[in-house]
């Protein structure tokens, strides 16, 4: 089950690395009215909800963390799906909680990283087209 689970956290950080690739300096904080998030305020919450399914798994304390840099989002998103990943590399998740995942958060954040996709292409750096059913990715953060 947990192999399932790896793959699509491996799905996560490829598209979240699509994504986030035409990241440039005005892109963090484009803001395109209507009350629609800025990016930093998508991965911030992104990185909230990535804090709950690791709270999911392990039942430790959340801490609340306040918005940072565009590059300490990433790192800190990057680094929390990896957390993830060795969450259910080393632990057996019950299908219960691995569907519960899968159908929150997990679900969530790839919602999320749509928005981010469009908001690139609002900001003139549109996702090159890809069939993603055949893109390199393997279970795990990084194939591990």
Same mark, same amino acid.
């Given at each position: 089950m947990?192999?399932? @689970?790896?793959? @699509? @956290?491996?799905? #996560?950080?490829?598209?979240?690395?699509?994504?986030?690739?035409?990241?440039?300096?005005n892109f963090p904080m484009l803001d395109i009215g209507h009350g629609?998030?800025?990016? #930093?305020? #998508?991965?911030?919450?992104?990185?909230?909800?990535? /804090?709950?399914?690791k709270h999911? #798994?392990? /039942?430790?304390?959340?801490?609340?963390?306040?918005?940072?840099?565009?590059?300490?989002?990433?790192? @800190?998103?990057?680094?929390?799906?990896?957390?993830?990943d060795q969450l259910a590399t080393t632990s057996n998740i019950e299908r219960?909680?691995?569907?519960?995942l899968i159908q929150g958060p997990l679900s969530d954040v790839l919602t999320h990283i749509g928005q981010l996709s469009m908001l690139s292409r609002i900001n003139a750096h549109p996702i090159p087209p890809e069939n993603f059913s055949i893109a390199p990715? /393997?279970?795990?953060i990084n194939g591990k």
């Amino acid at each position: 089950m947990n192999d399932s @689970l790896r793959h @699509l @956290l491996a799905t #996560i950080a490829y598209r979240f690395n699509k994504s986030v690739q035409f990241a440039n300096g005005n892109f963090p904080m484009l803001d395109i009215g209507h009350g629609v998030r800025k990016p #930093i305020e #998508i991965l911030h919450h992104m990185n909230h909800v990535l /804090s709950y399914a690791k709270h999911l #798994i392990t /039942s430790e304390e959340r801490v609340k963390q306040t918005l940072k840099s565009w590059t300490a989002e990433v790192e @800190l998103f990057k680094n929390q799906l990896a957390m993830i990943d060795q969450l259910a590399t080393t632990s057996n998740i019950e299908r219960a909680l691995t569907d519960r995942l899968i159908q929150g958060p997990l679900s969530d954040v790839l919602t999320h990283i749509g928005q981010l996709s469009m908001l690139s292409r609002i900001n003139a750096h549109p996702i090159p087209p890809e069939n993603f059913s055949i893109a390199p990715i /393997s279970k795990g953060i990084n194939g591990k």
